[in-house]
């Protein structure tokens, strides 16, 4: 059974940081791509990185350039997410998906198949 499961979600001050893991498990092949999205509730489900699996090429929205850095451990088979300078506007639920197939666009939400739960990222003025 495939699985993503998030961890390292939590409370901090604005300034702090934060790294969010994604521990993947029951791929029989690597994804094609791998992202952080986060929601905040009544909005749309926003990109903020993702990462090639193979090549290890990494693309970030404009909000996280210069403060997140997303990487990952292909022999834990782990995704992480640091998280740097936090602002409270970095307030939301953060999601980990992976994209199997080459078809499509990893910047786009749709395009992925498999997600974790989320966890909460919290940061308070």
């Known amino acids: 059974q495939v699985q993503l499961v998030e961890s390292g979600g939590g409370s901090v001050q604005a300034g702090g940081s934060l790294t969010l893991s994604c521990a993947a498990s029951?791929?029989?092949?690597?994804?094609?791509?791998m992202a952080w999205f986060r929601q905040v509730p009544g909005k749309q489900r926003e990109r903020v990185a993702f990462?090639?699996?193979?090549?290890?090429?990494?693309y970030y929205t404009d909000f996280a350039r210069g403060r997140f850095t997303i990487s990952q451990d292909s022999a834990k088979n782990t995704l992480y997410l640091q998280m740097n300078s936090l602002k409270p506007e970095d307030t939301a639920k953060y999601y980990c998906a992976a994209r199997m197939t080459a078809y499509g666009s990893c910047r786009d939400a749709i395009s992925y198949g498999t997600w974790g739960q989320g966890t909460q990222v919290t940061v308070s003025s």
């Open positions: 990462i090639y699996v193979g090549d290890g090429n990494l």
């Open positions: 029951g791929f029989t092949y690597s994804p094609y791509c």
